[in-house]
């Protein structure tokens, strides 16, 4: 999931970039295993199917926030 935030930006902003590698270098990550499908499926109907194992996971690792600039596929 982290190659496809770079991907995106890469795609959509190009120029964004360099700062997006800047901060991705200084954050302390916590890295959990992906979602089983039961896990995922459980948001399926909230957001769209592809992206459901991201919303799972980050409801697996309790997150203090929750950010995303992707709305249009948020109800």
Do not use: C, F
Not at 28 to 49: H, Y
Request: charged share 25%; net charge neutral; aromatic share 6%.
């Amino acid at each position: 999931m982290m190659d496809e935030a770079e991907r995106n930006i890469q795609r959509k902003t190009p120029e964004a970039l360099p700062r997006y590698r800047e901060a991705w270098a200084n954050i302390s990550w916590e890295l959990i295993p992906d979602p089983d499908s039961e896990q995922a499926r459980m948001w399926i109907g909230v957001i769209v199917a592809k992206d459901a194992p991201v919303l799972a996971a980050a409801g697996i690792a309790y997150p203090h926030r929750r950010i995303t600039l992707g709305t249009k596929n948020l109800i």
